[in-house]
């Protein structure tokens, strides 16, 4: 049974990119199953959807967007989702946008600040977990950052 515990206002992001440029599409995936088993334990009063971002549109959603949203709402808990494709480049792991080049690491979302980043929206937030569900070229690219 989800319980409010300590996790105040929640609110889940989830990133589905999967209509991609420059990299084979992504289908078949479950990610409302995976992120029920995920997120089970929090309840949640808002899930944001974002389909199939650019570079531009991640960067403006997580430094401008989400920000002002979570600031307003006086957001506790960010729960973050995303599902699509990921590459580790020099020990560093990205999300692919849809619009990115395959060999253009600089068209590549560099997420790894993205927890402190979320951490410094407000003062209102406490917890913040990012769950990276991501086809790459490594045998196994699912890292959750809590």
Do not use: C
């Given at each position: 049974?989800?319980?409010?515990?300590?996790?105040?206002?929640?609110?889940i992001v989830h990133i589905d990119n999967s209509n991609y440029k420059?990299?084979?599409?992504?289908?078949?995936?479950?990610?409302?199953?995976?992120?029920?088993?995920?997120?089970?334990?929090?309840?949640?009063?808002?899930?944001?959807?974002?389909?199939?971002?650019?570079?531009?549109?991640?960067?403006?959603?997580?430094?401008?967007?989400?920000?002002?949203?979570?600031?307003?709402?006086?957001?506790?808990?960010?729960?973050?989702?995303?599902?699509?494709?990921?590459?580790?480049?020099?020990?560093?792991?990205?999300?692919?946008?849809?619009?990115?080049?395959?060999?253009?690491?600089?068209?590549?979302?560099?997420?790894?600040?993205?927890?402190?980043?979320?951490q410094n929206y407000s003062e209102t937030v406490g917890n913040t977990?990012?769950?990276?569900?991501?086809?790459?070229?490594?045998?196994?690219?699912y890292e959750l950052t809590r």
């Open positions: 049974t989800p319980t409010t515990g300590t996790t105040g206002t929640t609110w420059g990299f084979p599409a992504i289908t078949g995936k479950d990610d409302a199953a995976k992120m029920r088993q995920a997120f089970g334990n929090y309840r949640v009063q808002r899930t944001i959807t974002k389909k199939d971002m650019t570079k531009a549109d991640l960067d403006r959603f997580f430094n401008i967007e989400l920000r002002d949203l979570v600031r307003t709402n006086q957001v506790n808990t960010i729960l973050v989702w995303y599902s699509g494709h990921g590459r580790n480049v020099s020990g560093k792991a990205y999300w692919v946008p849809v619009d990115a080049k395959k060999d253009d690491v600089y068209s590549y979302f560099n997420y790894g600040s993205l927890k402190a980043q979320m977990v990012v769950v990276s569900d991501a086809a790459g070229s490594e045998a196994s690219f």
